[in-house]
């Protein structure tokens, strides 16, 4: 077993079609199924097997699978980090954010960092919470910054920087700029717009269901901007993060209120393996983040 054998699988696993593997990695199709075979002939076990239509691992192949994705991630992380350490002003940087930090973050961090270090190659990924962290514990990214509440992991470092709590957003018309506060009533009658999945969907269903609140949901979106456009044109009210509208707040386009029992204690967070060496790169993007927050 070697590691040209290791990605030919890895990648077969994912596929299960020679032809993909050939063509990511550029190859010949016989070249992948020799590899392939002998790879199962050096380890003296079946590691995947024909039912019908479909290629299945086998138990073996899926533990297999499992060391792979690891071995592999290991040595891409290996070769940026010693690149890093060769000099901090060229290689690649790979962030994951969700749609918040993405947002309202991330552009005003980004853009003179990347202005410091032109030969840097900022590789950045928008998915939910969940993702990234998936994306962090599998060793595809450098680091993340994600809206949580009350993250914990045991292979993962969290440096929370800002509170950023979720409040009842109306358009600012009819008379809603006089509300004081937002009764469970009204949060229950008022047709919402809400976020389709990630870390802010899960926090508001929780919270409805521990609340035995039954929620008048008018549409799901998977973008937060088209929400928020749409609660301005008076479609309808949403639950988003409060960093997420400051600037329609400021404008007077919209009004928010904090939410009656959901705890205050959402934030956007800075995640990283608690294994990941911290190199000048790294170090010098996580200081400009802190530079930024503290401004």
């Given at each position: ?48 097997e024909r039912k019908r239509e479909k290629i299945v691992l086998t138990a073996a192949g899926q533990t297999l699978n499992y060391y792979a994705t690891e071995i592999l991630g290991l040595m891409s992380?290996?070769?940026?980090v010693m690149k890093d350490y060769q000099s901090f002003h060229k290689g690649e940087l790979l962030i994951g954010a969700s749609n918040v930090p993405a947002n309202y973050l991330l552009p005003k ?162 995640i990283y393996r608690k294994d990941r060496p911290i190199t000048p790169l790294l170090q010098h993007f996580i200081t400009n983040l802190y530079t930024y927050m503290n401004e």
């Amino acid at each position: 077993m070697n590691l040209k054998q290791l990605e030919i699988f890895y990648h077969y696993s994912d596929s299960r079609n020679v032809t993909k593997v050939a063509e990511i990695l550029g190859l010949k199709q016989p070249t992948v199924s020799f590899h392939l075979k002998k790879l199962e002939t050096s380890l003296g076990v079946k590691l995947y097997e024909r039912k019908r239509e479909k290629i299945v691992l086998t138990a073996a192949g899926q533990t297999l699978n499992y060391y792979a994705t690891e071995i592999l991630g290991l040595m891409s992380e290996t070769n940026r980090v010693m690149k890093d350490y060769q000099s901090f002003h060229k290689g690649e940087l790979l962030i994951g954010a969700s749609n918040v930090p993405a947002n309202y973050l991330l552009p005003k961090v980004l853009t003179p960092f990347v202005n410091e270090f032109p030969q840097v190659r900022v590789d950045l990924h928008i998915e939910t919470a969940p993702k990234v962290i998936e994306l962090i514990i599998l060793k595809e990214i450098d680091l993340g910054i994600i809206s949580e509440q009350g993250f914990q992991h045991e292979q993962v470092n969290v440096k929370r920087l800002v509170k950023d709590n979720l409040v009842f957003v109306m358009p600012n018309q009819g008379g809603n700029s006089n509300i004081k506060e937002v009764s469970e009533e009204k949060l229950q009658k008022e047709p919402l717009i809400l976020h389709k999945r990630g870390s802010t969907r899960e926090m508001v269903d929780k919270w409805a269901e521990e609340n035995h609140f039954s929620l008048n949901i008018k549409m799901e979106l998977t973008n937060i901007e088209a929400i928020r456009r749409m609660v301005i044109m008076g479609t309808g009210c949403s639950i988003l993060s409060k960093k997420a509208i400051e600037n329609e707040i400021a404008r007077e386009e919209l009004v928010c209120f904090d939410i009656p029992s959901l705890e205050k204690n959402r934030c956007l967070s800075l995640i990283y393996r608690k294994d990941r060496p911290i190199t000048p790169l790294l170090q010098h993007f996580i200081t400009n983040l802190y530079t930024y927050m503290n401004e």
